[in-house]
């Protein structure tokens, strides 16, 4: 773990992209934008390297990693492919899907990378930054957030450095994060069965009904006693460190408004109602809310569809009280 007040912030061009592989190449940490949030980068191929992403979060260890690769190549070393592989990532590889499907008895991943289990996490990621540092390096990148484990996900270098200044080596400025919710992850068995884990900015629904005509179970929590087989499944996750009330039509006295569509608030997620700009502007928003004087905040209603799915799925783990 690096030293306090150690960890640099750099511009995403070529000089900071260079200095980043140099860093992740010696084992190092390195945040990284992605069009999702921004993720704290370790080569997945060095248990050390990945015990310092554990250590800088504070993440429990049983909950796996997601494997960032540049294609289905490079993915296919690690997990055993499928044509429903193929199907799932044909229009959305590189973008926000994150595939589980079962790991190879021969994948070159430190085991904490998988928490133990017999199935591997990997996303193809779009934003360029990301890109460049995988086309130079041969080896995978492991990636969760970049945030201390539990609370708000990182949408700007400002967001990381709140939460894990002097914790890593260097922060790569790439500006605000375009989609601004994690990654949908579509876990695809071994009997081709197909199963939402985490909603997303895909909307694997839709996807599932393209392919097959039938629809996918809504899978809003895990179940207590069920192992977590991916990132972002913990019922509470994304915590603002304050009481959060949902589906709030106005705002009581002490509490931080987080409107939607107009109307009095401290931060309208999107004035003219579009849910893709809510879901851009939400960890933004949930920053603003825990660094203001209000004691608790409150969120007006989402549309539950499309990416408004994530949008809920984050609000309910966010509100839901730390253990």
């Known amino acids: 773990m690096s030293d306090k007040n150690a960890t640099e912030v750099v511009l995403a061009d070529e000089e ?11 084992g190092g940490l390195v945040a990284v934008p992605t069009e999702t949030v921004y993720g704290l980068a370790a080569r997945a191929d060095s248990p050390e390297a990945v015990a310092k ?35 799932a990532v044909t229009n959305y590889w590189p973008g926000p899907l994150t595939l589980v499907l079962p790991k190879r008895n021969d994948a070159a991943l430190a085991p904490a990378v998988t928490a133990g289990l017999d199935t591997v996490a990997l996303r193809a990621p779009a934003h360029p930054v990301m890109r460049a540092l995988l086309n130079r390096i041969e ?16 949408t700007s270098a400002q967001h990381v450095m709140a939460s894990l200044d002097g914790r890593i ?17 579509l876990a695809i068995r071994e009997n081709g069965s197909w199963e939402e884990l985490r909603a997303g900015p895909v909307d694997l629904d839709a996807l599932h009904r393209h392919y097959f005509d039938v629809g996918l179970d809504d899978q809003a929590t895990v179940a207590e006693g069920s192992v977590i087989e991916a990132p972002g499944q913990l019922v509470s996750h994304y915590s603002p460190g304050k009481p959060l009330r949902l589906n709030a039509r106005e705002a009581f006295p002490g509490e931080f408004f987080i409107g939607f569509g107009g109307g009095g608030s401290d931060f309208d997620l999107s004035p003219d109602a579009h849910v893709a700009e809510a879901a851009s502007r939400l960890y933004d928003a949930l920053h603003q ?20 799915r994530a949008i809920n799925d984050r609000l309910r783990r966010a509100a839901a009280p730390l253990d």
């Open 169 to 185: 080596d260097l922060v790569l400025d790439g500006g605000a994060s375009d989609q601004g919710v994690e990654s949908s992850i």
């Open 53 to 87: 992403i554990f250590a800088a979060k504070g993440r429990p260890d049983f909950n796996p990693l997601i494997v960032h690769v540049r294609d289905t190549e490079q993915a296919a070393r690690y997990a055993r492919w499928s044509d429903h592989a193929d199907l």
């Open 16 to 26: 900071g992209i260079a200095r980043a592989t140099r860093i992740l190449e010696a």
């Open 139 to 154: 080896f995978p990148l492991a990636a969760p957030s970049a945030n201390r484990s539990g609370f708000i996900s990182p």
């Open 289 to 308: 809310a825990a660094i203001s004087d209000h004691a608790r905040i409150a969120v007006a209603p989402i549309p539950n569809e499309g990416i408004g």
